[in-house]
């Protein structure tokens, strides 16, 4: 869903938000939210909620939804031929265990304490086709989350019972982990079950029982339960003394119930949790005074002085709603950006970015500036930077380019320039469209080349170009003029750029791609284009001229051009090395080992990413829709492990 609720003053509240998953949502301590896909068991944001995605002129591809594992391989103790696609070769083990994920939900992070300490943080997937939950360790690298199975090669909680169907999770009053077990030998929708598992089902007769739904409780055998208090009836100071708490659920419900009181007596007792050195009192009396509509800044600003950088991100998220009301705190933010920056944990670095947006480009720029810079080997660098620049991204292109070290080559610029034009463009912003022409066009200029190939790859590759828009203007451009230039590297991309200009004179026509010759949806081309920048291009090079120690080229790769279903699979499940490309081998240790799968992008975005790469640089070959990529999917249950090329060479595969 891309919608999210809230209940206040008795009526529900609706807002459009990012959508994300399947089957079930969680959040951790710090309010960051887990889901997942059936196919796909974890995925998670690394930003806040309704921020990554709020500079109309850009689309982000990071920063949401982020796929925290490839791991798919699961461990049953018990052999599943009740499954939908069980027909398929490949889906079992030699002993008829499932060896994928193929109905993963109701994901947890467990922030109990019924539990050893050393499960806190830990978050625990359902799968009931195979009867088991999966248990996963979380690890944070600066902003960047990752997961990884508890147990080398079993799970958390596996049975012998066809009828076990973990579906929901949850934690309790008492500290303790509990399981929602359907137990019913069914689990498809009836109008998509195929006739292979019907056929199943009856003749193992899982059509009974019913009714035999059950709720298990998993607590520590160490430990006893802790006793459980009635919060409802305790007065809100000792409510507001359990938003520390070490068990989330008594932190969550008592924030609740302070909350739907809407009792305003509270506020110095929030306060005086907000300056105590509990992190997670800190936290839920921040969102409490949120909650209650409380938009005196003093206590926010306060908590920038807390020690955990997730309480001091809180605070400046919730500092930035109160400006409206309260635009003397647009000062306070900007000091407190300039005094701690430099020292900042990368989560509140990243934070300080999109807060920039609040105040002025010549304090903000230039730590933005540097967060390109510090991380630039991370796609969410550069979208947490575009998302602060709305209808400021001409600035910000001319404060980078008034930077020398900005004219040396490095590919994270050469994408944050191209990010910043296409942007400009998006905007429709005649003054920066303008200079961005000039700049381009002008050969008295010290600009370097890679400089103008990147400002014109932005433009041609903008939304507003690839919706077929003309952009009107009062004058022909220069460049225009006489576009015949000694830049080879300008040369093919100055017809496609005046295609997407009118002015007095010029016939009228839309922007036509060189792909348009395939039939290909530009709007798909253009998202291909994005979603390549971001996640290949730091290995195979911004033109697919491939990178040494990296990977090979996919400019005149055959593997790229050719049959659409083996360009699915490698992008679906990687490929290992040696490879052939255009008559040349590659091997470590002139590439990486082996190309890792992009199995927890959707569909569409793989769809999008081949189809471009098979319609650039040179390269011409029919574009590849999701519903290819979703039937390799399908047919390749149980590939949990990379392609060689050897085998993608003698497999025969029909997916439409």
Partial sequence: SKWRYRKKDNEWIKEETEARGQWGITHDNAGRLFY?????????????PNVIKRNKNHTPFSGIDHGLTLERRIFPI???????????PGTFDEEGKLLEF?????????????????????IFVCEPTSNLIRQNKISEDGFMLSAKSAYPSKEFLASTDERFRPISLASGPDGALYVVDMYKGIIQHAPYMTPYLREVT????????????????????????????????????????????????????????????????????????????????QLHSLWTLEGLAYTEPEPYLAALKAKDPKVVQSALR????????????????????????????????????????????DIGFPYSKRFLEDYADFPLSRDVVMSSLEDREGEMLRFLLAQEEWHTYHQNKEIVIEL????????????????????????????PSWIKVALINGMISSKAANDGLEIALDYQPKLFLNSDTSDENLKPLLNKLEYLFTWDGKPKRLLQEASAIQDIDPTIFAAGRQQYINLCASCH??????????????????????????LGMILLHGIEGPIMVNGKMYDIPDILPNMPSFSTLQDKDIAAIATYIRNSWGNTASPIPSRVISGIRVRNQGKVTPWYAAELDTLIFDAT
Avoid at 102 to 122: E, F, I, K, M, W
Avoid at 211 to 222: A, E, F, L, V, Y
Avoid at 560 to 565: A, F, L, R, W
């Fill in 36 to 48: 997942n896909y059936n196919w796909s068991q974890l995925h998670g944001d690394l930003v806040p």
């Fill in 78 to 88: 018990r052999s599943s031929p009740a499954v939908n696609r069980g027909y398929i």
């Fill in 102 to 122: 193929t109905s993963a939900c109701g994901p947890l992070v467990h922030r109990g304490n019924g539990l050893p300490q050393h499960y806190d943080g830990d």
């Fill in 202 to 281: 009856l003749a193992r007769k899982l059509d009974t029982p019913i009714h035999m739904g059950r709720i298990w409780r998993i607590k520590s055998k160490n430990s006893s339960i802790s006793k459980t208090t009635d919060l409802s009836k305790l007065p809100p100071q000792e409510l507001v003394g359990l938003l520390g708490h070490p068990n989330g659920w008594t932190r969550d419900i008592a924030q609740r119930l302070l909350v739907e009181q809407n009792n305003l007596d509270i506020v110095p007792n929030l306060v005086k949790m907000i300056t105590s050195g509990n992190s997670l009192g």
């Fill in 318 to 361: 919730l500092l930035v709603s109160m400006l409206p009301k309260h635009p003397h705190v647009r000062k306070e933010i900007a000091l407190y950006i300039q005094d701690n920056f430099e020292n900042a944990h990368t989560v509140l670095q990243m934070q300080m970015v999109l807060t920039s947006s609040e105040i002025p480009s």
């Fill in 420 to 447: 910043l034009a296409s942007a400009i463009t998006n905007s429709i912003s005649m003054l920066g469209i303008k200079q961005l022409l000039t700049r381009i066009g002008n050969n008295e200029d010290t600009t």
């Fill in 541 to 566: 090079g911004t033109q697919g001229e491939g990178l040494a120690r990296f990977a090979p080229p996919l400019k005149h790769s055959e593997w790229v051009t050719g049959e659409p279903y083996k």
